[in-house]
């Protein structure tokens, strides 16, 4: 497996393809062709008031689209997966996972507010499986979070 902390200098493709999109979303021009595949495959958790990503992918604006700034706090890459973590306040905690084939995004996974578990289920022995990646919230001890694990 292929897991890479966003402390470390990565070399790693599928990283720089998704910090260049953050990158791109967060200038006036959002220019974003030649990142994202075309039939992206886009699943979210979370309240329904939070489609801000997909809302800067598709174009459509809102106030609060338009306020919210995605500013990713950490990267880590497993396999073919980038996962992107950030949090604004106490109020706000996400979670983006976004899958690459040759360098290009493919699918996306946006969670708000939520405990996040990654999994490689990919063994036959299930029961041993490995956890690979876990999410860092800063305010746990405030309030919980509905957990949810996410298989490889």
């Not at 953050?22 to 008031?49: C, K, M, V």
């Not at 290009?104 to 708000?112: A, K, S």
């Not at 499986?129 to 305010?139: F, I, M, R, V």
Request: glycine letters at 6%; charged letters at 20%; one cysteine or more.
């Amino acid at each position: 497996m292929d897991v890479i902390n966003n402390n470390v200098k990565s070399s790693n493709p599928n990283i720089t393809t998704v910090r260049n999109l953050y990158t791109a979303l967060g200038s006036r021009e959002r220019e974003i062709s030649g990142l994202i595949a075309s039939d992206l495959e886009w699943w979210f958790h979370g309240p329904q008031n939070c489609h801000h990503m997909m809302k800067m992918l598709t174009g459509g604006t809102t106030t609060c689209s338009e306020d919210f700034k995605f500013e990713p706090r950490s990267v880590d890459a497993i396999d073919d997966c980038v996962i992107v973590e950030g949090w604004e306040g106490a109020q706000v905690y996400w979670v983006h996972v976004w899958t690459l084939k040759d360098g290009v995004i493919t699918q996306f996974r946006e969670y708000f507010n939520t405990w996040l578990t990654v999994w490689d289920l990919k063994p036959l022995n299930c029961f041993r499986s490995a956890t690979l990646w876990q999410s860092h919230p800063t305010d746990l001890a405030k309030r919980s979070f509905p957990g949810l694990m996410l298989p490889i």
